[in-house]
Every structure is written in structure tokens, then in C-alpha cells.
């Protein structure tokens, strides 16, 4: 058994001391946390360098395993994949595991990160960059689209490469991106595949994925060992198919000539009126609207359709121009039966917005 370490994941430095000691087995395994965890045990197997538990879409969080050489393939299939190694600014959080692969890159090819320890600022961010350039950075969406709203984004055009993962990013927003002249790549992979594994749709490095039965399945050297102390949801997402060992994902997708598309949540499929709706679509739509690129669409109990979809959002907007918007591009049963506006959208401490809190509120 090895010692595992708690390690405040707003302390920079001593996340990143303790996590090059668990790579190289000079130390304990590591749990960055921010404050202190619950139940966390004292002992994990051997094999474990860091432990990460999941934001999580649902009320229990996930807490992953991963070993050293899981979290050092995924850094080498990036170096690979971004054409070599430089430096890296962070501006996400150390116990989200694309702020650690932040970390894990650097370490890897001997490059340097910068960090601010006041948390994200879209201004300060970009101050940062002009002070200290590096190559590369990685953010969520929502990060993203404050920084394209500066006046001088200068310092993030001279960025080789700016990955964005974490969640499904607007097509408005990307768009916008690119006009700006930024070179981003959107990124998709989870705690348990030790961050983004899947590049612009291409697997990298030795990942492989395939769809069963809709769902996506992924499999590489960059696996999760599986959840601490919870085997039944280890056997229930890490299974083996012919001698290879495949994660499960929550996510439905397309494989069409080796690019892969992600279109929605196993959980996130509905029934309203007999029809299925898939709320990541209806998402989507509502999000391709001018304004409404940040908005978020949850399921609600309705009283003759049994569940509708309702769209949270920042921004008024007329629920006829919704309902019109999303009815033409996805039919009449997608519509939205209500707005709910709200000053902000919650979010997660990985910048995804909390799915469960704007439930809630829609159900009040």
C-alpha cells in the first residue's frame, strides 16, 4: 500500500512538489482538494500516484484512480499531438484533471508553467501571457468566451495552441475563435481517460474508441485504474472486450471515418409527449442563437408532456423565439416549455455549469 497526501489544491507549488515525488514513486499518491475531503482514506494501492474526484453530474461524486504511467502517456501523446514540447500557462483549478495534465505536461518535457493564484480573470490572464509568453494553455468554454470579449486578446493569438475541453463548446463560440485568429482545438476525455484523449475528434496518442450500442467507449494507456474503494462502479464503466480494456463513458456519439462525434449524455435523453428528446441537442440549438451561447437546458416535470426541456439562461429571451428556433431544427416535442432567467449561471469548481443547482431552480 502506498501513503496518500491531501494536498490543498490552491497551493501551487505543493501540488505541483507532491505531484512530481507521486510520479516518480519518491512519494505518496496525491489527492488535490479544495479544502478538506470527506472520508478520505489513508492508504491506496501501490499503483496509484493521484487520486481526483469528479465535479460529477450526479449527487454522489466519483472518486478516480490513476497510476504514473497512465497520467505520463497522456502527457507524451500531447507532446506528440501539439508538434513538441513548451510552455504552459494554467488557469485551471488542481483538482480538475485538466489543470493537472497542465502540471504533468510540463513536468514531462522539462517545460515550465505559470500560474495565477488569484483564480481566473479573462484581464489578468492575458496581462499575464504579455509578461511571460508560452505556448501553450487549456481552458473551459466559458473561460474562453470571456477572453474573446477583451479589447487586446494579442497575447492569446501568439499562443501555439489553446485546448478547450471540459464541456461541448457553442459553435457561435468557436466561430468566434477562429475569426479572431486564435488556434484552439477542442478537446474530449474525462478524469478516468486522465484528461483530454481525443483531439478535433482523433484519438491521440494509443487511444482507441469505438461506440456500443450508442455509447461511447474508450481504451489506451492513458486509463484510470478505477474508482477508490468502489468497485461496483469500477466494474460497471471499466470493462474488457477481447483481452483490451474499454471505460464506459456517459456520453452517446458517432464514429464516421475514424473522427468522433459526441451528440449528448446517456442521461440526458428524455420522453416528452412518447417522443424522445436529447436535451444536449436542444442545448445546442438554443445555444446557436444570437446572445444565448452561455444558456443551459434542463429537464422539468410537466403535467401533460411528462418532461419538457427548459432553458436557464443570463440573457432574456422571448420563449416563442425559442420554442420556433428549436421546434424547426430539431421538432415540435425539443421545444422548450419555459425560460427561466437567471443573474448567473452556477458552476462547478471545473467551470462546467451545475446541472444539478439550475435543476433545482427550475424545479422551485
Given at each position: ?74 502527457a507524451a501523446a500531447a ?51 504579455r509578461r511571460h509568453p ?231
Amino acid at each position: 500500500m502506498r501513503e496518500l497526501l491531501v494536498v490543498d489544491s490552491r497551493d501551487t507549488v505543493a501540488v505541483a512538489t507532491a505531484l512530481r515525488a507521486a510520479l516518480t514513486a519518491d512519494g505518496p499518491a496525491v489527492f488535490p482538494y479544495e479544502g478538506t475531503p470527506a472520508d478520505a482514506p489513508d492508504t491506496v494501492e501501490q499503483r496509484v500516484a493521484l487520486v481526483v474526484e469528479t465535479s460529477g453530474s450526479t449527487a454522489r461524486p466519483k472518486r478516480v484512480a490513476l497510476g504514473a504511467d497512465a497520467l505520463l502517456a497522456s502527457a507524451a501523446a500531447a507532446d506528440s499531438a501539439l508538434g513538441g514540447p513548451g510552455d504552459w500557462a494554467l488557469a485551471l483549478p488542481l483538482h480538475y484533471i485538466a489543470g493537472i495534465n497542465v502540471v504533468v505536461r510540463a513536468m514531462a518535457s522539462d517545460s515550465d508553467f505559470t500560474a495565477d493564484e488569484g483564480g481566473f480573470d479573462a484581464g489578468r490572464f492575458v496581462d499575464a501571457l504579455r509578461r511571460h509568453p508560452v505556448a501553450y494553455t487549456s481552458l473551459v468554454p466559458a473561460q474562453l468566451a470571456r477572453l474573446v470579449e477583451l479589447d487586446d486578446i494579442d497575447p492569446l493569438r501568439a499562443l501555439d495552441r489553446i485546448l478547450i475541453g471540459g464541456q461541448a463548446m457553442p459553435l457561435s463560440l468557436a466561430a468566434r475563435a477562429l475569426e479572431l485568429g486564435l488556434n484552439i482545438t477542442r478537446t474530449y476525455g474525462s478524469s478516468e481517460t486522465s484528461g483530454g484523449c481525443v483531439w478535433d475528434g482523433v484519438p491521440i496518442g494509443n487511444t482507441e474508441a469505438r461506440i456500443v450500442d450508442g455509447r461511447v467507449e474508450l481504451a489506451g494507456s492513458v486509463l484510470a485504474h478505477g474508482y477508490l474503494d468502489d468497485p461496483v462502479r469500477t466494474a460497471a464503466a471499466f470493462v474488457e472486450h477481447d483481452g483490451r480494456r474499454w471505460y464506459r463513458t456517459d456520453d452517446t456519439g458517432r464514429l464516421v471515418d475514424g473522427v468522433l462525434s459526441v451528440t449528448g449524455r446517456v442521461d440526458d435523453v428524455i420522453v416528452s409527449g412518447g417522443v424522445k428528446v436529447s436535451l444536449a441537442e436542444v442545448e445546442s440549438a438554443v445555444r446557436g442563437m444570437p446572445g444565448l451561447s452561455g444558456a443551459v437546458v434542463v429537464a422539468a416535470a410537466h403535467p401533460e408532456w411528462g418532461e419538457t426541456p427548459v432553458v436557464v439562461t443570463e440573457v432574456p429571451v422571448a420563449l416563442d423565439d425559442v420554442r420556433q428556433a428549436v421546434g424547426a431544427a430539431l421538432g415540435r416535442a425539443a421545444a422548450p416549455s419555459r425560460v427561466v432567467v437567471v443573474a448567473g449561471i452556477p458552476l462547478l469548481s471545473s467551470g462546467k455549469p451545475d446541472r444539478l443547482s439550475l435543476a433545482e431552480i427550475v424545479r422551485q
